[in-house]
C-alpha cells in the first residue's frame, strides 16, 4: 500500500487522524495535565482529570507507540491521578522528573536544590500575602494568585528578586510564577528527545510553556520531511490567544480534548 503523503499546514483535522492512523506504530501523542486533562482550579491539589480522560488515554495508548503526560505538577501528583494506567510516561516538573516503566529518574543537577526550595517556599508563606497560594514540589515552588489578581505584581516582584538572591529560574504562567533550578530543562527539550525516533507526535497544551513543545514539533518537521506534528492549544482567557496561535488547532476545554481524541480512536480500527 501506497505511503500516505506528509500533510502540509494548515490542514484539516481530517487529514491530521488519516496521517496519524497510518504511521500508528510510530506516533506519540504528548499532554499537558491542567488546563487540557484537568480544569485549572484556584487550589491546584483539587484538580482531577475529567471523567473521560482515563479510558480514552487507556484506549489511545493501546493503538500508538506511546502516550506521555507533560507537566509541571510533580509526578507523585501525576502518579495519583493516573494510577490506573497502565503503558503512560510522566514527566514532572518540565522534565526534571520521569516515570517510565514503574520508575521515577530524577534530574540529579537538580536535585541539590531541594533544601534551597524548601527554605524559599517558607520564605513565601512569611513574606508573601495571605492571598497567595505557595505551592512546593520538592524540586520548584509556585506562587498563585488565582484567586486574588490584583497581587500579581507583587508576586512576579518577589519572585524575580528571589531567583537573582537564590540563582534560579523563573516560569511564568497562568496566574502563576514559578521558581526553578537553573537546570536546562523544559517541555521543548523533552518533545525534541521524545520525537527523535518517533514518525508522527501530538502535543496538547494550553500555557506558555507548551509553545516550546510547539516549536520542538516544528523544529523536527524542519529536519525530517517525513515526520509530521500536530500542535493543539486548549482555549483558556489568560493565555489562550497567544498559544492558540502558535497551533494547528484549538479546542474549547478539557472535556472537549477528551471528546476530540474519543472522536479520533474511530480512525484506529
Known amino acids: 500500500m501506497a505511503e500516505i503523503a506528509r500533510p502540509t499546514h494548515p490542514l484539516t483535522t481530517d487529514e491530521a487522524w488519516a496521517f ?5 506504530s510510530s506516533t ?3 499532554f499537558d495535565f491542567d488546563g ?17 480522560v482515563l479510558g480514552v ?15 509541571a505538577r510533580p509526578v507523585s501528583f501525576l502518579r495519583s491521578r493516573f494510577e490506573t494506567l497502565e503503558g503512560v510516561d510522566l514527566y514532572g516538573l518540565y522534565g526534571l522528573e520521569v516515570w517510565h516503566d514503574g520508575q521515577v529518574v530524577t534530574e540529579p543537577a537538580a536535585l541539590e536544590f531541594v533544601p534551597t526550595m524548601s527554605e524559599l517556599a517558607e520564605r513565601a508563606r512569611t513574606e508573601l500575602p495571605a492571598e497567595t497560594l505557595v505551592e512546593y514540589k520538592r524540586l520548584s515552588v509556585a506562587l498563585h494568585y488565582r484567586t486574588a489578581p490584583d497581587l500579581a505584581k507583587t508576586v512576579e516582584r518577589w519572585g524575580h528578586e528571589q531567583a537573582e ?5 523563573i516560569q511564568n504562567g497562568r496566574m502563576v510564577v ?3 533550578p537553573p537546570v536546562d530543562q523544559d517541555k521543548g527539550m523533552v518533545i525534541t528527545e521524545g520525537v527523535r525516533n518517533a514518525g508522527c507526535a501530538w502535543y496538547f497544551g494550553d500555557d506558555m510553556s507548551d509553545i516550546k513543545a510547539f516549536d520542538a514539533l516544528r523544529a523536527r518537521e524542519a529536519v525530517d520531511p517525513r515526520f509530521f506534528g500536530m500542535a493543539v492549544a486548549v482555549a483558556n482567557p489568560e493565555t489562550g490567544a497567544e498559544v492558540s496561535s502558535a ?23
Open 20 to 24: 496519524t492512523a497510518a504511521r500508528a
Open 28 to 30: 506519540t501523542f504528548f
Open 36 to 52: 487540557v486533562l484537568s480544569p485549572v482550579t484556584d487550589d491546584p491539589d483539587d484538580s482531577q482529570p475529567v471523567p473521560a
Open 57 to 71: 488515554l487507556e484506549q489511545l495508548a493501546s493503538v500508538v507507540a506511546r502516550v506521555a503526560i507533560v507537566s
Open 165 to 169: 538572591r537564590l540563582g534560579l529560574r
Open 178 to 180: 514559578e521558581l526553578k
Open 247 to 269: 497551533a494547528d488547532l484549538t479546542l474549547d476545554s478539557p472535556e472537549a480534548v477528551a471528546a476530540f481524541l474519543a472522536e479520533g480512536l474511530h480512525r484506529f480500527k
